[in-house]
């Protein structure tokens, strides 16, 4: 460090003072120590087991053969203003990391200005200049290089990159979580479609049970209590129908808000329940959950960003040295202006050094501190939700399943007694009221397996959220990027510098769990 500001200052007088200000005065304000940052939690400490081979593909709803599916997630992915607010920010981040990389680089300036002004008789400027007017010309060109002599300008881009790296895994969210909802409205309107339609069979049943009732209570067969019962049931289909109407007319209107449409727009969409195919669900928890969510992702890579931002805030405790340098034409007057006479040029150091600041950078360092701590926090918290939501929807699934297996035994129960109740009616040895009740058993065990079937797609679609959709988190910045460079050095690299510790630092923890 010696060598260095000597070479630099020269044969200055203040290179003496410069050099006893730095090697002396340096260490007044230092950070001091603070306790380590929390582990980072990694889905092998859950028990989370691995299963990459099924993951979801990034066009997970292409899997479903449904084209109209398809066509309504891929409209509200294109024209979504949450997701279009999503990708502008994303994009503002990439400019931030533009203009931090731009503040590395040696920065030129041209100035040029011409002054008409009146000099005092009393001031500086001596005759014939004084108490005239002249003109005040000056052209210059002068440039400035901070040079990164302890690593902050690095820093900066940096968490600059990891911010920016964050915000695309932000917009990957919100681009998940859209596309899944439109599913799960999808299947939720052709869930309604499929129970309105049992529904009109079980009202057109319950009359048949009326009119039989009257008949029989005209025939000294039954009693008005009977027909009051038949009555009741039938009245309470009547009144189910314009609940389920206005669930259907929600529904679509919210699948045309999702795909940006009039709330109309979608009123004569009637997908088809017999065709909805249900998506393939994955056998177990993926231990490789990092990097693969990208809200995972993004916590991921906040801390990341959060790591780098407290290395700069400890470079402020170093000296920050730049060169200057300035070279143009300063005149009085127009007609000597561009002579050589009026060149004036300049070169030279710059150091600032933190001497006494009353405990401001202090101050500042523990605050990014604690903000790796928060960012900590935060990601642990989002993998143990994470691991929680695959396991819920493994869980449901599976006990749907055998719910569905046993369903599929009711429900043939219920059809062998109606056919035998109608054989016994047929044959005279029966009431038609029992084949209506056993018709009526049909109807509702048909009710139940419409849910479960619904149950179980809802919860593989909200199992393939949980998985991340398919997304796969960009190793480097896509080619042609400005800061490709620096983003290869990473956290890799910082994993490298850091200090060893007892137990393991967030940084090697991010260097190892990079996709």
């Known amino acids: 460090m010696k060598r260095f500001l000597s070479k630099l200052v020269g044969s200055s007088p203040v290179a003496p003072v410069l050099i006893a200000m730095t090697l002396s005065l340096g260490a007044c304000v230092t950070p001091g120590e603070l306790p380590p940052h929390p582990d980072l939690l990694q889905s092998s400490d859950l028990r989370a087991e691995s299963d990459p081979s099924q993951w979801p593909s990034p066009a997970w709803w292409t899997d479903l053969a449904d084209p109209e599916l398809s066509r309504l997630i891929e409209r509200a992915l294109a024209g979504s203003p949450t997701l279009l607010a999503a990708n502008a920010r994303s994009m503002r981040a990439a400019a931030l990391v533009a203009g931090v990389d731009a503040g590395r680089a040696p920065q030129v ?15 500086t400027v001596p005759p014939p200049y004084a108490g005239s007017w002249q003109n005040v010309n000056n ?17 900066a881009l940096e968490a600059a990159i990891g911010g920016r790296r964050a ?61 009051h019962q038949a009555e009741g049931l039938f009245f309470e289909i009547e009144r189910d129908l314009p609940a389920i ?212 797609i809802d919860a593989d679609v909200a199992l393939i959220r949980a998985l991340g959709g398919g997304y796969r988190e960009p190793a480097y910045p896509a080619p042609g990027d400005p800061v490709q460079r620096a983003s290869r050095t990473g956290t890799t690299q910082i994993a490298k510098e850091a200090a060893p510790r007892r137990r393991t630092s967030p940084k090697a923890i991010l260097a190892r769990t990079q996709p």
């Open 109 to 123: 300036a041209l100035d040029a200005a011409s002054t008409r002004q009146r000099f005092s008789e009393h001031g």
């Open 245 to 456: 109407d206005e669930q259907l007319a929600l529904s679509r209107h919210a699948l045309a808000a999702l795909t940006v449409q009039a709330p109309q727009a979608l009123d004569d969409l009637s997908p088809k329940w017999e065709q909805v195919r249900q998506p393939m669900a994955p056998a177990s928890v993926p231990a490789d959950l990092v990097g693969r969510r990208p809200d995972l992702a993004a916590a991921r890579l906040r801390v990341q960003a959060s790591l780098s931002e407290v290395d700069l805030e400890r470079t402020r405790f170093y000296p920050n040295v730049s060169l200057s340098a300035f070279l143009g034409l300063n005149s009085i007057g127009l007609s000597q202006w561009l002579q050589g006479g009026s060149t004036v040029a300049g070169i030279g150091p710059a150091l600032h050094l933190p001497i006494f600041d009353a405990g401001r950078l202090q101050a500042s360092y523990r605050a990014r501190h604690a903000d790796v701590d928060a960012a900590i926090a935060s990601y642990n918290g989002t993998l143990v939700d994470a691991v929680r939501e695959v396991a819920d929807q493994l869980d449901t699934l599976r006990l749907l399943q055998r719910q569905q297996e046993q369903q599929v035994k009711v429900q043939g129960s219920a059809e062998q007694a109606a056919d035998l109740a109608m054989a016994r009616y047929k044959a005279g040895l029966g009431s038609f009221l029992t084949v209506l009740s056993a018709q009526t058993n049909v109807l509702v065990q048909r009710r139940v397996s419409v849910d479960l079937k619904f149950r179980s």
């Open 139 to 155: 052209l210059q060109v002068g440039g400035s290089w901070e040079l990164d002599l302890f690593g902050r300008n690095r820093a």
């Open 167 to 227: 915000s695309e895994a932000d917009a990957e969210a919100a681009r998940l979580l859209l596309a899944s909802n439109v599913a799960r409205n999808w299947y939720a309107l052709a869930r309604l479609l499929e129970l309105r339609r049992t529904v009109l069979a079980t009202r057109e049943q319950r009359r048949q049970v009326l009119d039989l009732v009257v008949q029989r209570v005209r025939s000294g067969l039954d009693t008005r209590v009977e027909q």
